[in-house]
């Protein structure tokens, strides 16, 4: 079966870095995505990776290895609205996006 | 604002009504979902509408029926509901075609959805 783990809930410091780790099997791969989805709220695209690497974005960067199935998502200088669900989802050999259950990032003071 | 809509944001239902969730997306995309999200689970595919033609639907219930009149809306006709089906309903929609790499998909803020 298919099937992507990412850690239920996190905690860190404002100001801190985070590391959110995904893991996948998946019926062939087109690219990984990670969705941030803060509480009441719609998934928002945050980043896409197809080739193994670093992809930065300001604040935020995503690293993926294919021949280990596994993608972090690295958060620097945390900021109070940073506390959200953040989402991993991995494209399979049908082009169906198999999502994770999200891991629930809380940010302290 | 992504540009997916979704009413209403909320629904109470009992189990003999009889409901509908609308979703509309002005991005001009040609493919349509709908997701059910439960709490601490994955996003669950329910249904995909491509160029209006329904391609995908994950085995489920038949209370759960889709409508898709144009490429730029979507319904979700609920009946005889269970408990269980109280869940995030959420839309989203994606430009599909050849050649594209990334299929991101925009997602609408969701109608959370209460079963009595």
């Known amino acids: 079966g298919q099937n992507i783990d990412q850690p239920t809930e996190m905690t860190a410091t404002e100001g801190a870095i985070v590391q959110i780790n995904c893991t996948y099997q998946t019926s062939g791969f087109n690219g990984l995505f990670w969705y941030q989805q803060h509480a009441g709220e719609a998934p928002t695209f945050l980043s896409y990776n197809v080739l193994d690497g670093l992809e930065e974005k300001g604040r935020f960067s995503s690293f993926l290895s294919r021949s280990k199935g596994y993608s972090y998502l690295l958060l620097k200088e945390l900021q109070m609205k940073d506390s959200a669900s953040y989402l991993c989802?991995?494209?399979?050999?049908?082009?169906?996006?198999?999502w994770g259950a999200g891991t629930k990032l809380i940010i302290k003071p | 604002e992504t540009g997916v809509t979704q009413t209403p944001r909320h629904l109470v239902m009992g189990m003999t009504n009889k409901k509908s969730l609308k979703c509309e997306q002005h991005?001009?995309?040609?493919?349509m979902y709908w997701y059910k999200q439960s709490a601490k689970k994955p996003l669950e595919l329910m249904f995909v509408y491509n160029f209006k033609e329904q391609t995908e639907n994950n085995s489920v219930p038949s209370r759960f029926s889709p409508e898709c009149p144009n490429s730029s809306h979507l319904f979700l006709h609920l009946h005889t509901l269970q408990p269980e089906d109280s869940a995030l309903y959420l839309c989203?929609?994606?430009?599909?075609?050849?050649?594209?790499?990334?299929?991101?998909?925009?997602f609408g803020p969701g109608t959370r959805l209460t079963v009595l």
């Open positions: 991005l001009g995309h040609n493919a």
């Open positions: 989802a991995v494209m399979d050999s049908n082009y169906q996006l198999i």
């Open positions: 989203a929609s994606s430009q599909e075609g050849a050649g594209l790499e990334l299929n991101e998909q925009f």
